[in-house]
């Protein structure tokens, strides 16, 4: 069974457990089951809206919703080079692209609840608010960030940008800091059992790329 | 269960809309339970609020331990409907039934020496599963300032819509000040102690510069991570202003006068 997933999700008949002959998948098939894989969670939340699951307190459960699934998307995304290179997996690196801009979907989503349901476009509070609570500057500055990275994931921009496209897009690295410190300087009391957790998966990942850039 | 002889207070917040029974019941805050707002319904199911004994001593002339049923036979009860702030910027409407902390504080006779009441909630961890986290310095405590308790305003809250607290907000007795942010009214009281210097709270202990002793409503005054000019009533889609001492400022402006809310936020 795990064998059959593996070659099916990889496209590679000799994994760990070498067993041959099972149907392969190409990037092409494996996209559409990472544009539902993405999607579910959103689906999972318009249900909840729609069939009035949500708290007394709708709209902070679409900010929290959407800001948690920003940031482990984001980490989903930041894991497509360690995997490539512990497991010798170079086909999942077609998938990164498609994860990165799902995670600036989810961060739109996560941005635009602040805007339009939490703040109703009042632009007098949401200046105070990038000014004096440094959660949300440095939220948005993770925003700012991802910005740039998403417009030029196109192939056209890859092209034209060479050698330096690379260089823009580790800046995708500063934008992870700045989520997990975003969900440190929110939560309250002296939980910090998310934001712990959340940063020591981008230390792992982090780790096994200095690994790999040191060697 | 059913409050019997609850009579309806004059110092009761009129002409607002009330919160269902199921906002006020499925959306808290009582870290004890676990950190999300849903946590309290969904993890107090094993919490027993009977047999419950609140011991009151300190400064006081008649310190002691007095049964749920000592109180609720001593003292009438009232429901007082009052709006609840939440520092975390949202609100509600919430009638309460309960009765007046001054005429418990009446019975204990605080002494000339009294200044403060010190509050402790109780600290199960069998019972209570978020009290396996070092969210807060647990047991929670609260604090008031004496003449804060003995206002005519600040109650003991057994009920709420004419019945007996669930456990999730704050069974079987628990303090309700309408005029300070949510978490001064402390859940569950197992002790109230009368002091001579201001008492220790655990929000306090745990960021001093976000939660000052006093925390009474102020829109003026932003808490570091969220302004406090605006609220969002439960229910409501727009945000609305909030009010100076929320909304009680006839009643008790007094008691701060010449007090600079600022510094003693």
């Not at chain 2, 309290?40 to 008649?62: L, Q, Y």
């Not at chain 2, 000592?70 to 509600?92: H, N």
């Not at chain 2, 008031?144 to 109650?155: G, K, V």
Request: hydrophobic share 40%; charged share 20%; net charge positive.
């Amino acid at each position: 069974m795990t064998a059959a997933l593996w070659a099916v999700v990889t496209g590679r008949t000799d994994g760990p457990l070498g067993e041959r002959s099972l149907p392969s998948m190409t990037p092409r098939q494996a996209k559409p089951i990472i544009w539902l894989l993405c999607l579910t969670p959103l689906a999972w939340l318009v249900y909840r809206v729609v069939s009035g699951r949500l708290s007394a307190n709708p709209i902070d459960d679409i900010t929290d919703f959407t800001g948690q699934w920003s940031l482990r998307l984001l980490l989903v995304s930041l894991s497509v080079t360690p995997i490539r290179r512990l497991a010798g997996w170079n086909g999942i690196i077609q998938w990164r692209r498609l994860l990165g801009l799902f995670t600036f979907f989810y961060v739109c989503l996560h941005l635009s609840t602040y805007v339009v349901l939490d703040q109703f476009f009042d632009p007098t509070s949401i200046v105070a608010d990038i000014a004096k609570r440094r959660y949300i500057t440095v939220g948005l500055t993770g925003f700012l960030i991802l910005l740039p990275l998403a417009i030029t994931s196109t192939t056209g921009w890859i092209r034209r940008l060479g050698r330096r496209w690379q260089r823009l897009h580790r800046f995708v690295y500063l934008a992870a800091v700045c989520g997990v410190i975003h969900l440190l300087w929110i939560v309250k009391g002296d939980d910090l059992r998310e934001p712990a957790l959340y940063g020591s998966i981008l230390a792992v990942l982090m780790a096994i790329r200095a690994y790999y850039w040191t060697r | 269960a059913a409050l019997a002889n609850v009579r309806k207070s004059p110092l009761s917040t009129t002409g607002e809309k009330l919160n269902p029974l199921e906002d006020i019941t499925s959306y808290n805050n009582y870290y004890e339970f676990g950190t999300d707002k849903s946590d309290p319904r969904a993890n107090s199911g094993r919490f027993k609020p009977a047999p419950w004994t609140v011991k009151i001593d300190g400064e006081v002339g008649k310190p002691g331990d007095y049964t749920l049923e000592d109180l609720l036979q001593r003292f009438p009860l009232e429901e007082r409907i009052y709006r609840l702030r939440c520092v975390e910027g949202w609100s509600m409407v919430i009638p309460w039934v309960g009765f007046p902390l001054r005429d418990l504080l009446k019975v204990v006779e605080p002494s000339a020496k009294a200044k403060f009441v010190e509050f402790t909630t109780v600290q199960r961890p069998s019972e209570m599963p978020g009290l396996r986290y070092p969210v807060l310095e647990w047991p929670y405590r609260e604090g008031l300032r004496l003449d804060e308790a003995q206002h005519p305003l600040t109650i003991m809250a057994v009920g709420l819509y004419g019945k007996t607290l669930l456990n999730q907000n704050g069974a079987p007795l628990r303090l309700v000040v309408p005029w300070k942010y949510g978490f001064k009214s402390i859940k569950s009281i197992v002790r109230i102690r009368l002091t001579t210097g201001q008492p220790q709270t655990s929000w306090n202990l745990s960021a001093p510069e976000e939660y000052g002793f006093y925390s009474n409503v102020n829109p003026q005054v932003d808490h570091p991570r969220w302004s406090q000019a605006r609220e969002r009533r439960l229910g409501e889609f727009l945000r609305r202003e909030t009010l100076m001492f929320n909304g009680y400022g006839d009643q008790v402006a007094g008691l701060y006068r010449g007090l600079d809310l600022k510094r003693n936020f």
